[in-house]
């Protein structure tokens, strides 16, 4: 029996249950009682049921009780309100289904409460990806989507990391489309930038986060050949078509995809044009782009072989385009290693001198990976 008055036994409550394990199992007979509590005392009640929606089926059927689908309480209560959509979806799956339509639903007006949203969102559409076409398809998740680029560059740090977390649950499968609501938004070098850094994170982890379609990637091909190329999301989408052709980001049937589409005979027209201060580091991007694609589909080396003259070319040193020279070493390496002939080609091949620049410069490969990692300029040859 209660010696205090439900208003101050559910603060009590509230004050303890983060600290004392043991408090959720004994709350369990007043479970009723805090549901209740929803519409008297909200800021209280949601924080129990952020914790006590943990202990899964054994509190299923009170919780169920509470209908969600309630106007959202006002702050301070909205976070834990936020908190407990996530809890209950996590630890009650049938609940996910119920839970989904109040999530598309709810306004957000502060920082934390945008990264506990996208915390929401992303529990929910992990486990039913169909769920993400409602950034694409619905003009609330239109504008959400849009509203999420436009304050990418004022987030603090940590909305940054959740609203990569919901974006790498959400672009595989609809970049084309995303993509589409981000030019007609002016944000296309904005969404170029969060591609680039999901597939740098996913890379860094080992390939786990995150890993674009073959329909993502033949879009973003396609959007990135169309572009200018001394705009930044040229330079982006690029980066992000480089990181992508690492080995284990895309599987073997999905690599074609840069020979079918035409985009390595583009990308080595692009690197037979002059360079300038607009396009600084690109020639290092896209023979970078052209050594991953030879290493991990084979096909294109004999599109390599036919450029072999332009590969040669592309050892001198140029200021605006660091280590470009290194990794041609690393593309004639993989070419060799495919073709043997190239070895014979390139001994044919008449010799147009080297200066004592290019002489001096020394080539360091990481010894783990192969891959050029330092260069160090010498004054002596």
Same mark, same amino acid.
């Given at each position: 029996?209660?010696? !205090? ?7 009590? %409550? ?9 408090? !959720? ?27 006590? =929606? ?59 409460? &945008?990264?506990?949203? =996208?915390?929401?969102?992303? $529990? ?9 076409? %409602? ?8 504008? &959400? ?16 990391? %959740? ?34 850094? &999901? ?67 583009? =990308? ?11 396009? $600084?580091?690109?020639?290092?991007? &896209? ?9 991990? =589909? ?28 290194? %990794? ?54």
């Amino acid at each position: 029996m209660l010696k !205090k008055p439900p208003s101050y036994i559910m603060e009590e %409550w509230a004050g303890r249950i983060a600290l004392e394990e043991g408090l !959720k199992q004994e709350l369990l007979p007043h479970l009723d009682m805090i549901v209740a509590g929803t519409r008297t005392q909200p800021e209280f009640a949601y924080k129990l049921l952020k914790y006590l =929606c943990t202990l899964g089926t054994a509190v299923q059927d009170s919780i169920r009780m509470l209908d969600v689908s309630l106007d959202p309480p006002p702050p301070p209560a909205f976070e834990h309100y936020l908190q407990f959509l996530n809890n209950f979806s996590i630890f009650n799956p049938a609940s996910q289904a119920l839970v989904w339509p109040v999530a598309q639903q709810l306004v957000i007006s502060t920082e934390r409460q &945008l990264r506990l949203y =996208c915390l929401l969102l992303s $529990t929910l559409i992990v486990p039913s990806p169909t769920r993400g076409d %409602w950034f694409t398809d619905n003009e609330e998740g239109v504008a &959400l989507f849009s509203y999420l680029l436009a304050k990418l560059e004022v987030m603090e740090d940590e909305t940054f990391e %959740w609203v990569f977390v919901l974006m790498r649950s959400v672009l595989p499968g609809r970049l084309e489309q995303l993509m589409g609501i981000a030019k007609a938004h002016g944000q296309e070098v904005v969404l170029m930038n969060y591609v680039e850094g &999901l597939m740098e994170k996913s890379w860094q982890a080992d390939c786990r986060l995150f890993r674009l379609q073959k329909t993502d990637i033949t879009a973003l091909i396609v959007a990135v050949t169309a572009m200018d190329q001394s705009s930044s999301a040229f330079q982006l989408g690029m980066s992000a078509l480089e990181i992508s052709a690492r080995p284990g980001l895309l599987s073997p049937e999905t690599l074609p995809i840069y020979l079918e589409t035409g985009f390595l005979p583009f =990308c080595w027209t692009t690197l037979a044009q002059p360079s300038s201060p607009a396009t $600084t580091g690109l020639k290092t991007l &896209l023979v970078q782009l052209l050594c991953n694609t030879l290493e991990n =589909c084979p096909k294109a080396a004999d599109l390599a072989l036919d450029h072999l003259y332009l590969l040669l070319s592309c050892t001198r040193i140029e200021g605006g385009n660091l280590y470009m020279r290194e %990794w041609v070493v690393l593309v004639l390496k993989f070419l060799v290693g495919l073709k043997p002939e190239t070895e014979e080609r390139i001994r044919k091949l008449e010799i147009q001198g080297v200066s004592d620049e290019d002489r001096q410069a020394r080539v360091e490969l990481d010894a783990r990976t192969l891959r050029p990692k330092y260069t160090n300029f010498s004054s002596k040859p």
